[in-house]
């Protein structure tokens, strides 16, 4: 653990896999960006690898100021040990205040053990993170500027607000899609500061001894925001609208068998009973008339919006907000509605 | 060679049923109104611990942390086919984030001794955090290997394992001892045998026994009661039906790093979802109408 430092930046780690960094940590920029503005510090990401530093620019272009970049032979494929201690060796070094993760199989593996040997909090699958003060109920004690951990627990049926009084860095991570990706700007200036960090042959316990990558499918298991499209949507051209809506709102796409089987869309799309099963936060379904086969797949989705011209259409009954319309007027009022929030 | 392993099992409320009956008016779960189960990755865990055994010979012990009821999950495990059961229970160590949690369990590990493999199940269904079993293998300072969907081999002190990276897998191999995370994809895990069920369904904790002594002696003096569960105690471990029980000192744990004071994170506020569905809202199809429901969902945090 560390004494809270209020000046303290705010890190991203930065996931990256053969020399590209993985899309959550471009988002987790963006969200570090924000916080710091708010704080009144600056916003960096570590990054360690083989070989990566033209990953650096990008990560400035994403908002943080510094990147902190540790380039050693030893880190070019992910292990544990020598990743955990990059992160432990930096964040004594350097004292940030808070350090995100993405919610990845490495950020997964690795945020625990580095908050394990640091001793510190670690708060999973954040949806939210926001900056304030907090009264300690206990003590009746005023933290200023706390890192409220917002996350869903019990399956999903509450949402708990975690946070880390004085026991600091206060860490986090956050699955890919849950945080908006900001667009890249690339006239943004940074530092990218090089960092020796030591490895000793100990660390490298592991050997790798095969590997194999699948190439980037659709993640509609972990998406925490579904926007599905039916027969309703009626031609490929128009199943560019849920696409539209998917980006907007930063969610993946799914289809029901109908517009799978009219050609609009593949079929590692398709959600119901033979494709797959979903329980997201949200799922938009449009145009979709809702098939028992289909409800099968997304009926337990925390909240379901159901867009249909057919008042008596069964998608309804399983849904929380219904708009019977045109999904081709409604969608663009729910893009811009989408982006005007907040 | 044989293999000792150590699995870390969790019992935990049953999230995918939860009905608006266990929701308190607070908005908080009413953990008691919850049915319970084996924590369904720690039953992978178990089961490769058992391959494991079954094909090289040595021992599986279960070890979990919680109430005397908890003494469910190491019953299953027996059931199943495991060698020894240990329950860790002490009211000082309630409120453990996961931080206190694995500095408990890891001193519960080392005060079992031996082992050459520790296996827990990635993550328990209450949280969904996959945290502790990372954080058991720093305390214990062993590598860790998690998402295990294979065990490929293992050969003498070094093990191959296949891991489930998400977009692909990768094989890796360590030297013993270490501590691997299993997947609910890596095996389907295996009945309780039904004579493993009529031997060990009388194994308890002394915590059941004193429960059931109290209720057998309604306002008996205490040291009647302790008498009585002293008693019955020594008649199931005579039968080798008494299940291990230790609390905090008998792990040799630091106070300090257990319970609430020793976990970094608080849980500051909790919401509930609410989980009945009474029709739907019809929302106008209209700017105005689109705007009120895309604001709700970014109130009640839907959208962030």
């Known amino acids: 653990m560390i004494d809270p430092n209020r000046q303290g930046e705010v890190w991203v780690f930065a996931e990256q896999e053969d020399g590209s960094l993985h899309d959550v940590v471009l988002e987790l920029c963006g969200k570090a960006r924000e916080l710091a503005d708010t704080l009144g510090v600056k916003a960096a990401a570590v990054l360690p690898g083989n070989q990566v530093r033209p990953l650096a620019k990008r990560l400035i272009a994403q908002g943080v100021d510094n990147v902190y970049l540790v380039d050693n032979p030893k880190l070019s494929h992910f292990q544990t040990l020598p990743y955990a201690r990059v992160m432990t060796t930096l964040i004594q070094r350097h004292k940030p205040q808070i350090v995100l993760y993405g919610a990845t199989a490495m950020g997964r593996d690795l945020a625990p053990r580095v908050a394990s040997e640091m001793r510190a909090g670690m708060t999973a699958d954040c949806t939210d993170l926001e900056i304030s003060d907090v009264t300690d109920p206990k003590t009746k004690t005023l933290h200023k500027n706390l890192l409220l951990q917002i996350r869903p627990a019990f399956g999903g049926n509450i949402i708990a607000t975690i946070v880390n009084y004085d026991w600091w860095p206060q860490m986090a991570t956050v699955r890919e899609g849950v945080m908006p990706l900001k667009p890249a700007d690339e006239s943004r200036r940074g530092n990218v500061v090089e960092e020796k960090v030591e490895l000793d042959e100990t660390l490298l316990a592991l050997k790798l001894i095969q590997r194999h990558i699948e190439p980037r499918k659709v993640n509609l298991k972990g998406a925490r925001v579904i926007v599905a499209g039916g027969g309703g949507v009626g031609s490929k051209d128009n199943f560019r609208l849920i696409y539209d809506l998917a980006a907007a709102i930063g969610g993946a796409v799914g289809a029901s068998r109908a517009a799978v089987d009219g050609g609009y869309i593949g079929k590692e799309h398709q959600i119901g009973q033979t494709g797959t099963t979903v329980r997201p936060a949200l799922y938009i379904a449009a145009g979709i008339s809702g098939a028992v086969q289909h409800r099968a797949g997304m009926e337990e989705s925390a909240k379901i919006i159901a867009i249909n011209t057919d008042r008596d259409a069964p998608i309804f009954s399983v849904a929380h907000y219904g708009i019977v319309g045109d999904l081709k007027k409604v969608i663009p009022m729910m893009i811009k509605a989408v982006k005007e929030r907040r | ?304």
């Not at chain 2, 569960?229 to 020594?234: G, T, Y």
């Open chain 2, 1 to 304: 060679m044989p293999y000792d392993s150590i699995v870390l099992v969790k019992q935990v409320p049953d999230t995918a049923n939860i009905t608006a009956e266990a929701m308190k008016e607070d908005g908080t779960v009413n953990r008691a109104a919850l049915p319970t189960i084996f924590n369904p990755e720690d039953l992978n865990a178990l089961e490769t611990a058992l391959e494991v055994r079954d094909a090289y010979g040595g021992t599986v012990t279960a070890v979990t942390m919680g109430p005397p009821k908890a003494a469910d999950v190491l019953r299953a495990c027996l059931f199943r086919g495991a060698d020894r059961g240990i329950l860790l229970t002490d009211r000082r160590a309630a409120a453990s984030d996961t931080l206190a949690t694995s500095y408990i369990l890891s001193q519960a590990v080392k005060t079992v001794g031996r082992f050459d493999i520790v296996f827990c199940g990635r993550q328990a269904i209450d949280g969904d955090t996959a945290q502790v079993g990372p954080q058991c293998a720093e305390k214990l300072g062993i590598p860790q290997i998690t998402y295990l969907e294979q065990l490929v081999s293992l050969d003498g002190p070094m093990v191959r394992i296949r891991r489930n990276i998400g977009h692909g897998w990768e094989v890796v191999e360590g030297r013993l001892p270490v501590l691997v995370t299993v997947i609910g994809s890596a095996n389907k895990p295996r009945p309780p045998a039904a004579r493993r069920v009529m031997r060990f369904k009388r194994a308890k904790v002394m915590a059941e026994l004193a429960a059931e002594a109290k209720a057998d002696k309604p306002g008996a003096p205490d040291d009647e009661v302790q008498a009585e569960a002293q008693r019955r105690a020594a008649a199931v471990k005579e039968k080798g039906l008494l299940i291990e029980q230790w609390n905090l000192d008998d792990i040799g744990a630091d106070l300090e790093r257990c319970g609430l004071a020793g976990s970094p994170t608080k849980v500051f506020r909790v919401q509930s979802i609410v989980l009945t569905k009474e029709g739907y809202t019809e929302v106008v199809a209209t700017e105005d109408g689109v705007r009120q429901m895309i604001h709700e969902l970014v109130i009640d945090r839907t959208l962030g």
